[in-house]
């Protein structure tokens, strides 16, 4: 029985990953279907189609920005099991707005005025449920798991985290809207339900108080964690992978759209493949490390996602695209481009993932466990500015008149300083394990 199979059977694992499996689906669920609904049923500019999908994106990340800090506190202050009964029920009443928006929208009622103000409330406010809940899905896996474990859990999570974004997006490009609003309710619930199931995780160390400044707990908390050299160098390389993330994110339906002229259907297949690949990566690291937290492999691993995105760049160059109409499924796989394309993106998700998992792993067990929910918060505060930064330059790009498939070749480069930094934390890791 390998150890990933013997923690599905653990109930101080199961919960958690059944919970965090149920916010990640109900998450993408609703964002891809706001998304994709507004891209290909409202906008009819490549421009404007673009700049909602990055405005969608800085709406959900903006939260991580704001709150991590307080939830860093909140998770290694208070027990986190109780925080995440808290959490899930919040998220019964924001996808009952969000329902509502998607409703309006589907029913062409107040679209500008009213159904797409309020799809992005809600997208804020499911921003700031998974700001709460991001902390403590990390920081938790220490606490009820042993060390040897821990490596084993994290992959486990996110592997779980991308095949729950595989199937909401697989439900948002093929799903109608209205079975949409009443899903993302359904999963709200039983999210909630998954969560009281959640084993006790009472506060490790001394409870001091909760500094509700956000700014001043923000700096504070990115100061105390990045004294460990290690951690800082594997925050900075996650902001750089995160920041490539989302810029490929915002370009995904654009791209589909305008690009390849395929329907929105094959967008979501796009997210499909890009989210099994990063499940496939985050699995295939935990083998390669034989459960060891090391970034050996960080440096090679992102230099492939780069010249993975490099070979998508040049595939979608020499795509033919249709003169009116698009491309359904079927057709679209049917065309002879189409399976190299695919390969492709799984190659960048599948390098992706065995980038990032470890560098998460890292950020659980080189700090105690009393400091680990504010390590994951200082991590979630700088990549929420990267990835705000990496939205912003997107649609600065699009406005300059920098096609979508261009924009690519930025990912890819940035790709060359997440090796370094990659390369970076790998030695100093290798001098400290000398040292001791």
């Known amino acids: 029985m390998t150890l990933s199979t013997r923690l599905m059977k653990q109930r101080r694992f199961v919960p958690l990953f059944v919970t965090q499996m149920l916010g990640a689906f109900n ?124 490596l084993a859990g994290t992959g486990l999570v996110e592997a779980g985290t991308y095949l729950a974004i595989l199937a909401g997006t697989i439900l948002a490009g093929w799903v109608a809207v209205e079975w949409a609003a009443i899903l993302v309710i359904l999963l709200a619930i039983a999210g909630y339900v998954a969560g009281r199931q959640v084993p006790p995780a009472p506060a490790q160390g001394d409870v001091e108080a909760i ?45 589909a759209k305008n690009v390849l002229t395929a329907s929105k259907e094959v967008a979501s297949l796009f997210l499909v493949v890009f989210s099994v690949g990063v499940a496939i990566g985050s699995m295939a690291i935990n083998g390669l490390l034989k459960g060891k937290v090391s970034a050996r492999y960080a440096p090679v691993s992102v230099i492939a996602m780069g010249i993975f995105i490099v070979l998508f760049h040049f595939v979608c160059l020499a795509w033919t695209p249709l003169a009116s109409g698009l491309l359904g499924p079927l057709e679209f796989i049917a065309r002879p481009l189409a399976w190299p394309l695919l390969a492709c ?14 560098l998460y792993a890292f950020l659980t067990t080189v700090v105690k466990k009393t400091q680990t929910a504010r390590t994951i918060a200082a991590n979630n505060i700088l990549n929420a500015i990267a990835m705000t930064g990496g939205s912003l330059l997107a649609v600065m790009l699009t406005g300059m008149g920098v096609s979508i498939e261009d924009q690519l070749l930025l990912a890819a480069a940035m790709c060359i300083g997440s090796a370094w930094l990659g390369f970076v934390l790998y030695r100093a890791e290798k001098r400290l394990a000398s040292a001791g």
């Open 27 to 150: 998450d993408n669920l609703y964002k891809n279907a706001m998304v994709l609904f507004v891209v290909y049923s409202v906008y009819s500019s490549e421009a404007a189609e673009a700049r909602f999908s990055a405005i969608a994106s800085a709406v959900f990340i903006l939260p991580y920005f704001l709150f991590s800090a307080l939830a860093g506190q909140l998770a290694d202050m208070r027990d986190k099991a109780a925080i995440i009964r808290w959490i899930k029920m919040a998220e019964i009443g924001i996808m009952l707005a969000g329902a509502a928006g998607l409703v309006l929208a589907w029913q062409s009622i107040a679209v500008e005025s009213m159904a797409i103000p309020l799809l992005l409330a809600a997208l804020f406010a499911m921003g700031v449920h998974s700001t709460f809940f991001g902390p403590i899905k990390y920081a938790i896996l220490p606490q009820h798991l042993h060390d040897d474990e821990v």
């Open 211 to 255: 500094d509700y400044n956000v700014w001043r707990s923000s700096i504070r908390v990115i100061r105390d964690t990045m004294v460990d050299s290690r951690v800082f160098y594997a925050i900075i390389a996650i902001s750089f992978f995160w920041t490539i993330g989302a810029v490929l994110f915002i370009e995904f339906p654009p791209l």
């Open 345 to 358: 993106l799984l190659g960048i998700a599948v390098s992706g993932g065995m980038f990032v998992v470890p």
